[in-house]
């Protein structure tokens, strides 16, 4: 079993910037695929970056459209931690943003489905003021 638990929300004005953090319980963070997902109210959860599992020295990351070239993932396995760097935040990003885990994952591969995840995070509120 995964337990992970996302931090780092908050209240900021359009063109600020969080950094995001979820943290995962057990011993091989290194193996899982992660990824980042949100829920804006009365919509459905949407896919907004994807890490693949940690090979020696390649990395891959996937992000959605509307986050490219503003949102940036990143993972530190010494700390069971995987981050999401927000910039230039804009009112549309407004939702609850969730981590997800996979525990069975291909090197090289990023997932984008929600239902490609074993384990998710409670969640943490991150709300953009115009």
């Known amino acids: 079993q995964v337990q992970l638990v996302e931090s780092g929300g908050g209240l900021v004005q359009a063109g600020g910037s969080l950094r995001l953090s979820c943290a995962a319980s057990?011993?091989?963070?290194?193996?899982?695929?992660m990824g980042w997902f949100r829920q804006a109210p009365g919509k459905e959860r949407e896919f907004v970056a994807a890490?693949?599992?940690?090979?020696?020295?390649?990395?891959?990351?996937d992000y959605a459209d509307s986050v490219k070239g503003r949102f940036t993932s990143s993972r530190d396995n010494a700390k069971n931690t995987v981050y999401l760097q927000m910039n230039s935040l804009k009112p549309e990003d407004t939702a609850v943003y969730y981590c997800?885990?996979?525990?069975?994952?291909?090197?090289?591969?990023?997932?984008?489905?929600?239902?490609?995840?074993?384990?998710w995070g409670q969640g943490t509120q991150v709300t953009v003021s115009s």
């Open positions: 997800g885990a996979r525990s069975i994952a291909t090197y090289s591969v990023t997932y984008s489905r929600i239902s490609e995840y074993d384990y």
């Open positions: 057990g011993r091989s963070f290194s193996t899982y695929a």
């Open positions: 890490i693949s599992r940690s090979s020696d020295s390649t990395l891959y990351v």
